[in-house]
C-alpha cells in the first residue's frame, strides 16, 4: 500500500528556534498533502492543505507566517515552524490523498512528528 | 462546530468480545471513513462507506451508515489486545478529489487479554 513518511519522528528544540518537519509519499505522487497537529488525548485539526506548485490554503486561525508550508515536489512537503514557543508543542502529522478502490477520497498518514519546544 | 462525533469516548471489553463505536456528523456527506490510531502513532485507514451504501464489511469490521439520522457504526467483532487503539470518523469536506477531511474527537478502545 501507499506510505507516506514523515521525519524526524521526535524534535526537542530550545524557545525562538525554527524546526522543519518533511513529509513524504514513498511510492506515489501527491500534488496535495495534508498538515494536521494532534493535542494529547484530542482529535486531529487540520492545520493546512499543502499544493504542489502553488501557495498552501491555511485553515482558519492558523498563521501562516508561522506555519511555513512548502510542497518542493511531487513527493515531498515541508512544514516548519517559525520561532517555536512552548505552546507548539504537539504532535504533527501529514497525510496524502491516494487511491484505495480506485478513489482518491482516503488519506495515507504519516508516522507523525513529536515537537517539544522548550 | 466539529463534524463527526463520537460515542462512546472510551470502551473498555473483554478480548473476544464485539466493540460497537458509533458517529455522527451534521452536514452532507458522499462517504464516511474509519481511521485507527495507536497511541503516538499516525493513522491507518480502516474502510470507506459511501452515501448510497448502507453497510459494508471489511474482515472483522462491520460499518453501517444511516444518512437519514446523520450517524455511522464500527462493530468490531472477536476483537483482540491489538485491537487497543483510537478510532475516528471522518467525513470529506467536499465531493471532489483531494478533499480535505474532518476527525471526530475519537474513541478509545482498550480491549483486555
Known amino acids: 500500500g501507499a506510505v507516506v513518511s514523515q521525519h524526524p519522528s521526535r524534535v526537542i528544540c530550545k524557545s525562538g528556534t525554527s524546526v522543519k518537519i518533511e513529509c513524504r509519499s514513498l511510492?506515489?505522487?501527491?500534488?496535495?498533502m495534508f498538515w494536521y497537529r494532534q493535542f494529547p488525548k484530542q482529535s486531529l485539526m487540520l492545520m493546512a492543505t499543502?499544493?504542489?506548485?502553488?501557495?498552501?490554503?491555511?485553515e482558519q486561525g492558523v498563521e501562516k507566517d508561522k506555519f511555513l508550508i512548502n510542497h518542493a515536489s511531487l513527493t515531498l512537503s515541508t512544514l516548519t515552524v517559525t520561532s517555536a514557543h512552548p505552546e507548539d508543542s504537539s504532535f504533527y502529522i501529514c497525510?496524502?490523498?491516494?487511491?484505495?478502490?480506485?478513489?482518491?477520497?482516503?488519506?495515507?498518514f504519516g508516522p507523525g512528528t513529536r515537537l517539544t519546544v522548550l | 462546530s466539529q463534524q463527526g462525533e463520537e460515542d462512546p469516548q472510551a470502551l473498555s471489553i473483554q478480548e473476544g468480545e464485539n466493540a460497537t463505536m458509533n458517529c455522527s456528523y451534521k452536514?452532507?456527506?458522499?462517504?464516511l471513513q474509519w481511521y485507527r490510531q495507536n497511541s503516538g502513532r499516525g493513522l491507518v485507514h480502516l474502510i470507506l462507506?459511501?452515501?448510497?451504501?448502507r453497510e459494508k464489511h471489511s474482515g472483522r469490521l462491520r460499518v453501517t451508515l444511516d444518512t437519514s439520522k446523520k450517524s455511522s457504526s464500527l462493530l468490531i467483532t472477536a476483537s483482540r489486545a491489538a485491537d487497543t487503539a483510537s478510532y475516528f470518523c471522518?467525513?470529506?469536506?467536499?465531493?471532489?478529489?483531494?478533499?480535505?477531511?474532518?476527525f471526530g474527537k475519537g474513541i478509545t478502545l482498550s480491549v483486555r487479554p
Open positions: 497525510s496524502a490523498p491516494g487511491l484505495a478502490g480506485g478513489f482518491t477520497d482516503t488519506q495515507y
Open positions: 452536514t452532507s456527506i458522499n462517504n
Open positions: 471522518a467525513t470529506p469536506s467536499d465531493t471532489g478529489a483531494n478533499s480535505k477531511l474532518t
Open positions: 499543502s499544493n504542489e506548485g502553488s501557495k498552501a490554503t491555511y
Open positions: 462507506i459511501r452515501s448510497n451504501e
Open positions: 511510492d506515489f505522487q501527491a500534488t496535495t
